[in-house]
T-cell receptor, first 111, second 113 residues
Framework: GESVGLHLPTLSVQEGDNSIINCAYSNSASDYFIWYKQESGKGPQFIIDIRSNMDKRQGQRVTVLLNKTVKHLSLQIAATQPGDSAVYFCAENQAGTALIFGKGTTLSVSS | SQTIHQWPATLVQPVGSPLSLECTVEGTSNPNLYWYRQAAGRGLQLLFYSVGIGQISSEVPQNLSASRPQDRQFILSSKKLLLSDSGFYLC????????????FGQGTRLTVV
């Protein structure tokens, strides 16, 4: 079953705002986490990952934060653009096992 | 570079008919291979994964089966489709060692009628 969940199924923001998508995981043994973006009718695409020995990682316009104490993961998107509209999934992985995905958050960006 | 191919992109099949979805990976050897299913508006449910030729692990009991006849080929099958088998099927691969991201194919939209 799914061990990763998201707090909100949908998030609507205005173009230019910062977006924060949250995720809670339940397996304290998970040591690797990924955020994926899925556009309609396509496979998920990798955005950013983070390992459990880190609490923050930055990419281009995106930042992932990991709080192992409360088993919480978040994805921050700076200056959200209409092209960021998609479904975002967090996924967790414990060494030697398959990625387990949450239900996803649909991000809608209006201009 | 590595690529993953999945076909067909869409499929409409009658109830009771067989199914065969194929996935191949290029540019890597001995990948871990996965089949996921995504129901409308839902997350990805892991169906099968394989760490090598002929090695298949099933995550949930269902009307489907998987096979890995070659190192970079993963096939999802059914002898008799049910309406509940409709969904978006995704193949993915990861490197064998360590925690790494999964690379996904473009998916197959299966509609059982």
């Amino acid at each position: 079953g799914e061990s990763v969940g998201l707090h909100l199924p949908t998030l609507s923001v205005q173009e230019g705002d910062n977006s924060i998508i949250n995720c809670a995981y339940s397996n304290s043994a998970s040591d690797y986490f990924i955020w994926y973006k899925q556009e309609s009718g396509k496979g998920p695409q990798f955005i950013i990952d983070i390992r459990s020995n880190m609490d923050k990682r930055q990419g281009q316009r995106v930042t992932v934060l990991l709080n192992k104490t409360v088993k919480h993961l978040s994805l921050q998107i700076a200056a959200t653009q209409p092209g960021d509209s998609a479904v975002y999934f967090c996924a967790e992985n414990q060494a030697g096992t398959a990625l387990i995905f949450g239900k996803g958050t649909t991000l809608s960006v209006s201009s | 570079s590595q690529t993953i191919h999945q076909w067909p992109a869409t499929l409409v099949q009658p109830v009771g008919s067989p199914l065969s979805l194929e996935c191949t990976v290029e540019g890597t050897s001995n990948p871990n291979l996965y089949w996921y299913r995504q129901a409308a508006g839902r997350g990805l449910q892991l169906l099968f994964y394989s760490v090598g030729i002929g090695q298949i692990s099933s995550e949930v009991p269902q009307n489907l089966s998987a096979s890995r006849p070659q190192d970079r080929q993963f096939i999802l099958s059914s002898k008799k489709l049910l309406l509940s088998d409709s969904g978006f099927y995704l193949c993915a691969w990861t490197k064998t060692t360590g925690n790494t991201e999964a690379f996904f194919g473009q998916g197959t939209r299966l509609t059982v009628v």
